[in-house]
């Protein structure tokens, strides 16, 4: 499976390029990703031009719906049928996750002075950084609003669990910005919780809301979370060997603000001492040139030491694990199609 992303002005989602025969899960996810897209749209109008003016830019902001597809994907994985796999709280809860991503996506801009995402204006870059502050909360507050219609007061104490571990997972990686003997346990507890507990939180309450047992629930749980940890050491890798034309987004950042990711941590306790120095004197100076060879050159450091390639095969092993933990599913078109995901999260180019 590959992962295409579509023309600006259609549903922006991954498209899933697989065999004929699972041509009928494809259209059936178009369709419920098409429906998550139109009750994010719905729940956030607002009667202030203002308001709706900011909201339509985030539409920008929307990529593959990873997390949505991941709420639909595990209900029709844990359905008998299939067709039958998806009922309306999988949709509401595909849109609350989607409302609380953008909102993490839209304050991540700001921590990072981003200034493009998705190839266009950040929203602080457009409309600066107190327009953007309330934006985010503007989207968590209607996510919980929206939470709310389930009628079950123990999603909404999910819901508010995993987004207090993604913003959790920020403050430990702001607390170790410029931190170069940053290790790589402190690393994994910063994007299990900034982005991993949201992944698993997508596919726990997923099976939850279709009735699965224990086993199949922490199983996908499982999936979810090791998914997600994957996504991010995929992400940052590109943030530092990819191209902003391919990328679509601010890149770099990660190095600027002194935030340690994989590659570097690899690197920082494997080099010898002077090789060490060099690199926290590289990334602390900014007398060196232009921030694009001194990327250049960390990248090249980095790849030379085998660094890159080091973080690579643990995002490899990482789907692995995510794809063994759907054992305990049926075989389906929607249980490949999760096995597929996981492993198309490592060819990302985006």
């Not at 679509?248 to 590659?263: A, I, N, S, V, Y």
Request: with cysteine; aromatic share 4%.
């Amino acid at each position: 499976m590959i992962l295409v992303d579509p023309p600006t002005g259609d549903i922006r989602m991954s498209t899933l390029i697989l065999t004929a025969r699972d041509n009928a899960i494809n259209d059936r996810l178009g369709a419920e990703l098409a429906d998550v897209e139109a009750r994010f749209n719905a729940e956030l109008i607002s009667d202030l031009p203002c308001v709706n003016d900011l909201v339509s830019h985030i539409e920008q902001y929307r990529g593959k719906m990873l997390r949505p597809t991941l709420v639909l994907v595990s209900a029709m994985a844990c359905a008998p049928c299939e067709d039958d796999g998806v009922r309306d709280s999988h949709r509401v809860l595909a849109t609350v996750i989607e409302m609380v991503h953008m909102a993490t996506l839209v304050h991540d801009d700001i921590l990072d002075d981003a200034d493009v995402r998705r190839r266009g204006s950040t929203i602080n870059h457009l409309a600066g950084n107190e327009a953007a502050v309330m934006l985010g909360d503007y989207l968590i507050s209607h996510a919980y609003h929206l939470c709310s219609s389930l009628g079950d007061e123990s999603i909404s104490r999910v819901i508010s669990e995993t987004t207090n571990a993604v913003c959790e997972g920020e403050l430990l990686q702001l607390a170790n910005r410029g931190n170069w003997s940053l290790d790589e346990s402190t690393y994994f507890e910063i994007i299990r919780r900034k982005t991993a507990s949201l992944c698993g939180t997508c596919c726990r309450l997923s099976a939850r809301f279709s009735g699965a047992n224990a086993a199949t629930t922490d199983g996908l749980s499982q999936y979810g979370q090791n998914v997600g940890v994957a996504f991010q050491i995929i992400d940052d890798l590109l943030d530092l060997t990819g191209s902003q034309a391919t990328v679509g987004k601010t890149l770099g950042r990660d190095l600027e603000k002194g935030k340690l990711t994989l590659p570097l941590i690899r690197y920082m306790s494997t080099a010898d001492d002077s090789s060490r120095q060099a690199m926290i004197d590289l990334m602390s100076s900014r007398d060196d040139g232009p921030a694009e060879l001194v990327m250049e050159r960390v990248r090249e450091a980095m790849t030379d030491n085998g660094a890159v390639d080091y973080a690579r095969r643990r995002a490899e092993k990482l789907t692995r694990q995510a794809v063994s933990a759907l054992d305990n599913l049926p075989e389906s078109a929607a249980r490949t199609l999760l096995g597929s995901m996981a492993e198309a999260v490592l060819n990302r180019r985006c």
